[in-house]
C-alpha cells in the first residue's frame, strides 16, 4: 500500500514541525509522506507536482492566500482533501472533501439525503428549535417570578396607611416601582439560574462556547424599552406633582418653625401656638415653614410628603396635603439636624370637623390674663425648655431655676445680676453676655422676630417664679 501524501503548509516551523511529529508517531514512516511549505509558491507548486491526499493548511499564516488556494482547489482534478487549522480562534477545524463518484452512487446518495431530510433537520435547525425552546421556558418563568414577587412586595407592609389624597398617586408610583423591580429581578435571576443549570459543561465537553460579538435587536430594545419606562415613570410622579401642588383657597393655614430639636405651629385665623399638628379632616392643609438654626425635613409618612424647611426669611417653604383618614400621627424630621435629630418629633391629630372647632374653642378659652401661666406656655410653645431646664439640671444653657437675682460670671470675667434687664438682654441678644461655661453661638438671635414685647415680659415673669 503506497503511503499517504500529506502537505502541510505554513510559515510557522512550530506549527508545520508540530503536526509532522504528530502524523509520524501516529502512524509511522510507512503510512505518510510528510512536506512542510512556508510560501504560495511552493504550495501551488507542489500540488501540481506532487498530487498530495491531505492538505494541512494553517489558516491564520498570512503569507499563504487562501483565496488562491482553494480557487485551486476547486479547479483541480485529484482526489484531495484540504485542512483548514486555526490556532487564534480555537475553534474546529474546517475540511473540505471532493470525491469523484458515479452518477449511480451520486443518485443514491442525492436520494438518501432528501429522504432523510424531513426526519432529520440539519443542527442549525436543531440549535433554532432549541433555542426557541429555552426562551419559551425562561419567558415562562420571569413571568412566574415576577407575579410571586410583586405579591409578597406588596403584601409585606413596607407602606404604611395611606392617610391623605396625595398618597394614593403617590402610592400609585411606589406600585409601579414595586412591579418594575419584580420584574428586573426575576428576569436576572431567572436567566442566571437556568443557564447555571441547563448550559453548565457536562462531563468530557471541551468544546469552547459559541463566541459573540453582539447584537444589534438586543441594544435596540434595552435603549428604547428603559426610554418608555422612564416616560411613563416620568408621567405619573408629573401627576402626583399636580396633585400635591394644587391650591384650595379655603386651605387651613399653619405656620410651622423649626429649630433645635422642636417643632412648633402657629395657627394665624385663630390666634393659637401648639407643640403639636391639629388638623380637621378632609380639608386642604397649607404649611408655611421656616427654621431657626439649621435645615429640617418635615416628613409625615402616612401622608407621604415631604419638605426640608430653611433658616431665613426670605426661604420660607410651602407645602400642601388633605389629610383623609382621623387619627394619630407623628411629623418627623427627614433631615440630619444636630445630636438630637433623631428625636425631633411632634404629634399629628387628625380628628373631625367638630372636634377640630372644638378643639380650637378649648385652646381660646384656655388663654389666661396670668402672665406667669403665659410665660410658661410660652415658653414652651417656642421651644425655650428644650434648652433650659426647670429644676436645676444642667442642660444646653443656664436652668432657669433660681436663675432670676443669681449673679452670673460671663465669659469676659465679669459678673452681672440676672435682672429683667439682662433676660431681656439674652432674649434679643443672646451672643452678647454669655455665661461663662456655655458657649456663644447657640442660642438663635431670631427670638426678637418671634416674640412680641408682651410675650417676653410673660416669659420674664414666669422665670421669676421659678426660685
Request: negative net charge; aromatic residues 10%.
Amino acid at each position: 500500500m503506497n503511503a499517504r501524501r500529506v502537505l502541510i503548509a505554513s510559515a510557522n516551523s512550530l506549527f508545520g514541525k508540530g503536526l509532522e511529529k504528530l502524523l509520524v508517531q501516529k502512524h509511522g514512516n510507512q503510512k505518510v509522506a510528510i512536506r512542510l511549505v512556508s510560501s504560495m509558491q511552493e504550495t501551488l507548486q507542489i500540488l501540481n507536482d506532487w498530487l498530495p491526499d491531505l492538505v494541512i493548511l494553517d489558516y491564520d499564516d498570512h503569507t499563504i492566500d487562501k483565496t488562491i488556494f482553494l480557487n485551486r482547489f476547486v479547479s483541480g482534478e485529484s482526489e484531495m482533501r484540504v485542512l483548514l487549522v486555526s490556532l487564534q480562534s480555537g475553534g474546529a477545524p474546517l475540511i473540505y472533501d471532493r470525491r469523484m463518484i458515479s452518477a449511480q452512487e451520486a443518485e443514491e446518495w442525492l436520494g438518501q439525503s432528501l429522504q432523510d431530510f424531513p426526519d432529520k433537520p440539519n443542527k442549525a435547525g436543531e440549535k433554532k428549535d432549541g433555542g426557541m425552546r429555552h426562551y419559551l421556558i425562561v419567558s415562562v418563568l420571569v413571568g412566574v417570578f415576577t407575579i410571586l414577587t410583586y405579591l409578597f412586595l406588596t403584601n409585606a407592609g413596607l407602606l404604611p396607611v395611606q392617610a391623605s389624597s396625595q398618597a394614593i398617586l403617590i402610592d400609585e408610583l411606589f406600585d409601579v416601582h414595586l412591579f418594575l423591580i419584580s420584574f428586573f429581578f426575576s428576569l436576572i435571576s431567572v436567566f442566571l439560574i437556568y443557564s447555571l443549570i441547563v448550559f453548565r459543561r457536562k462531563t468530557g465537553e471541551t468544546e469552547e462556547g459559541k463566541y459573540f460579538t453582539g447584537s444589534s435587536k438586543l441594544e435596540v430594545i434595552w435603549t428604547v424599552v428603559p426610554l418608555g419606562i422612564v416616560l411613563y415613570l416620568s408621567f405619573i410622579g408629573s401627576k402626583s406633582l399636580a396633585e400635591v401642588s394644587r391650591v384650595d383657597p379655603q386651605a387651613l393655614e399653619v405656620n410651622v418653625t423649626a429649630g433645635q430639636w422642636f417643632w412648633r405651629f402657629e395657627y394665624p385665623d385663630y390666634g393659637i401656638t401648639s407643640q403639636s399638628l391639629t388638623l380637621p379632616v378632609n380639608g386642604q392643609v397649607l404649611l408655611r415653614m421656616t427654621s431657626l438654626d439649621v435645615i429640617h425635613s418635615f416628613w409625615v409618612p402616612e401622608f407621604r410628603v415631604k419638605q426640608d424647611v430653611l433658616p431665613g426669611k426670605n426661604l420660607v417653604k410651602e407645602l400642601r396635603f388633605t389629610p383623609t383618614v382621623v387619627g394619630d400621627y407623628t411629623v418627623m424630621c427627614a433631615e440630619l439636624c444636630g445630636g438630637a435629630h433623631a428625636y425631633m418629633n411632634a404629634p399629628v391629630k387628625v380628628m373631625e370637623v367638630d372636634d377640630f372647632d372644638n378643639w380650637v374653642n378649648q385652646e381660646l378659652a384656655a388663654s389666661s390674663s396670668d402672665p406667669e401661666v403665659r410665660g410658661q406656655k410660652f415658653s414652651t410653645e417656642k421651644g425655650c425648655i428644650g434648652c433650659h431646664s426647670l429644676d436645676g439640671k444642667p442642660s444646653v444653657g443656664p436652668s432657669w431655676k433660681g436663675l432670676f437675682g443669681k449673679e452670673e460670671i460671663l465669659t469676659d470675667g465679669t459678673k452681672v445680676v440676672v435682672d429683667e434687664t439682662y433676660l431681656r438682654t439674652s432674649i434679643y441678644e443672646p451672643n452678647l453676655q454669655v455665661p461663662k461655661g456655655y458657649p456663644a453661638n447657640v442660642m438663635p438671635s431670631t427670638y426678637k422676630d418671634l416674640l412680641n414685647e408682651q410675650q417676653v415680659e410673660d416669659i420674664i415673669a414666669f422665670i421669676k417664679t421659678l426660685q
